[in-house]
């Protein structure tokens, strides 16, 4: 018999998770969602209190929810304006502001102009404004608001003639030639765009070209970064100080950052050099952690706050960091120049995250949620679900400086990409979030204002004519399938992926960037021959019992794609031939294979899951120099193969 006490607590308990279903939904946390394996999935309540506390909630477990939601309700509100408006195509929108709420109103333009709106135009402007980040201030209820206006186009930029070209992709680390030394630097890079230009092609992407931690312990990842405001050291031309190193059967790091170090040992800061308050900040931060340590969680409160003691920064380092960055942003400054007027461009990667010991964590304390991991819930690839291992940006505090942190690091990549492809743009409607010591398949969706955040990527995209590609593998939302196509953002096609669909291999469209795979993806010789599958197995990524299945599901999708390719020869170079036949006819406009598979490459540079001292992840050189790419006679025939493939006479192969 249950007795009345206990239906009493029953109900009681009820209450408090609905009360905290309700808290978590005000604040944009999902209590349901449908993961990668297509599971609908409930969240824990232990799961909500954490993230609703991280977001600001005064809850510490599910009993505080009342209260909260309570005080959620009956606190002030912000104000009659919310923290960020979008003006697309520089339309102010209706902000149902009437005369009685707000009795001025006045429009601070990005470059200093004021507009006095009339009382009887506080709700909407019919001028168009000019595009930028604006500041629109009103007098209302008898106190002073204001809100940032972002004015923005609707479509991000595209070159006036988008021809049908190709170009590949690579690892700028892993680009050596006979005149490299550990690492591939800038002059390497401008040696293989070189080549690629005048193969016909007109792109180069490489993966993020941010700093990284490269003393030990060493986190090569260029997803990891320190920073996404600043440029990897290890790319700098050296100049008169460039000394080759013999062919390294690593990529290791720190004995690339050694090579920099000496060689800008008595490198002076230019008299012009441009030493901006963010790039003193950066280059402090770095010195105080060679003095502190990395993790700056552990430093002493006010150098956590950024007040340093004498002798809590190496100068040093500090001036070695001031000296690398201004150097950086010069070389790379020229590399666009130069590409651009050889008709070539650089593809670029912006990184969906940072490394918590990083910079902006420690820079931007009060914008990024602590005791938080973002990643993403159990899936078909990842049964176990990710940890992408970085602090989530907070979406409350990005919308209250008007996002311009996420501003400047688009911004960042954009000044020198002619390409920029986005990580995970999934993350600009929602992201993954799994809250410290709980399991992959425990965290929870956090929403994010998405028509704020595209708003940011066309101005960016337009300001520094560059085009946008989102990458929209996985789990995608539907938001994100209508907000490409509506804001002029290329999505990606990958022919491995396709395959997946044995019953219908679709062709790449053409508003995706045509590709075989990724870095996060095997090489196609390796997807062919199944070796990432033993891989996964052996870093216990996929259970042995699973890899039977897997294996079988393989090889349909390989006889699947052989068949839309009509392929009926066994040897892996007719395959991939044709396979870039099918992908260069396709309408796609602008087709990308990783430069590894040219030379049918059987291993991946990354396997996701696997940390880099578990696997060498980043760190493997490529097996053909530069030098021999260049004159390698079966590559220039997949290559051409591919250019007339773009550029010649198109047949009915993709349509058979």
Excluded at 134 to 162: D, M, N, Q
Excluded at 241 to 257: F, I, N, Q
Excluded at 399 to 421: D, N, P, T
Aim: charged share 25%; with cysteine.
């Amino acid at each position: 018999m249950i007795t009345r006490s206990a239906k009493s607590s029953g109900k009681a308990v009820a209450r408090e998770l609905r009360s905290l279903q309700a808290l978590a939904a005000s604040l944009g946390v999902h209590t349901r969602y449908t993961d990668g394996l297509r599971r609908r999935v409930t969240v824990a309540p232990e799961t909500l209190v954490r993230v609703c506390a991280a977001l600001g909630a005064a809850v510490a477990r599910p009993s505080d929810a009342t209260g909260a939601l309570r005080d959620r309700g009956s606190s002030p509100k912000a104000g009659v304006l919310p923290p960020v408006v979008v003006a697309w195509d520089g339309v102010l929108p209706s902000l149902e502001i009437s005369a009685a709420q707000a009795r001025s109103a006045e429009l601070r333009l990005e470059d200093g102009t004021t507009i006095s709106l009339k009382r009887s135009d506080h709700s909407k402007r019919r001028d168009p404004l000019p595009w930028g980040y604006h500041r629109l201030t009103i007098e209302a209820r008898g106190r002073v608001e204001s809100c940032t206006v972002i004015a923005a186009p609707v479509r991000a930029w595209r070159r006036e003639a988008s021809p049908r070209s190709w170009g590949v992709g690579a690892q700028l680390a892993a680009c050596r030639s006979k005149r490299s030394r550990s690492v591939g630097d800038i002059r390497d890079l401008e040696s293989l765009c070189s080549w690629v230009r005048s193969s016909g092609g007109d792109v180069v992407t490489v993966l993020p070209l941010l700093p990284t931690f490269n003393s030990e312990p060493a986190e090569p990842s260029p997803y990891s970064p320190v920073s996404r405001l600043f440029w990897s050291e290890l790319v700098l031309d050296l100049g008169d100080a460039h000394r080759p190193t013999p062919g390294p059967r690593t990529l290791d790091v720190t004995k690339a950052d050694a090579e920099v170090r000496a060689a800008l040992a008595k490198q002076s800061l230019p008299e012009s050099a441009s030493l901006d308050a963010d790039l003193i900040r950066y280059a402090r931060f770095r010195g105080a952690q060679l003095k502190l340590g990395r993790n700056w969680r552990a430093w002493p409160a006010s150098a956590r706050s950024g007040s340093f003691e004498p002798g809590q920064v190496d100068q040093n380092e500090e001036r070695f960091h001031l000296v690398a960055q201004t150097m950086a942003r010069s070389q790379l400054r020229d590399v666009r120049q130069r590409l651009e007027r050889g008709g070539m461009r650089l593809g670029l990667d912006l990184a969906v995250g940072v490394h918590p010991d990083g910079y902006d964590p420690w820079s931007r304390q009060a914008l990024f949620g602590d005791g938080m991991s973002v990643g993403a819930p159990p899936d078909y690839g990842f049964p176990s679900g990710q940890d992408w291992g970085f602090s989530p940006v907070l979406p409350d505090a990005s919308r209250a400086e008007g996002h311009r942190y996420i501003a400047s690091s688009i911004a960042h990549q954009a000044e020198l990409a002619g390409v920029l492809r986005i990580d995970h743009i999934m993350a600009w409607t929602r992201l993954y979030w799994i809250p410290h010591g709980f399991g992959l398949h425990e965290g929870t969706y956090v929403s994010y204002p998405a028509e704020e955040l595209f708003a940011v990527l066309t101005l960016e995209s337009h300001r520094h004519r560059c085009e946008i590609v989102g990458e929209n593998l996985g789990t995608v939302p539907r938001e994100i399938d209508k907000a490409l196509p509506r804001h002029g953002i290329r999505g990606m096609y990958l022919a491995e992926f396709a395959a997946g669909n044995p019953r219908k291999i679709s062709a790449p469209p053409a508003t995706a960037v045509a590709m075989i795979g990724t870095h996060d993806t095997p090489t196609f010789a390796g997807w062919l021959a199944g070796s990432d599958i033993d891989d996964r197995v052996e870093h216990k990524l996929l259970a042995a019992s699973a890899a039977p299945h897997a294996r079988k599901e393989r090889a349909a999708a390989t006889r699947a794609l052989a068949k839309r390719l009509h392929c009926n020869d066994a040897k892996q170079e007719r395959f991939l031939a044709l396979l870039l036949d099918w992908l260069g006819q396709s309408d796609s406009s602008l087709v990308i294979p990783w430069l590894e598979d040219l030379w049918l490459e059987d291993r991946g540079v990354n396997l996701p899951g696997t940390r880099s001292s578990e696997r060498l992840n980043w760190q493997r050189p490529m097996r053909r120099l530069l030098d021999d790419i260049k004159t390698d006679p079966d590559i220039e025939r997949f290559v051409q193969r591919l250019n007339r493939a773009r550029h010649g006479k198109r047949t009915a192969l993709k349509h058979s």
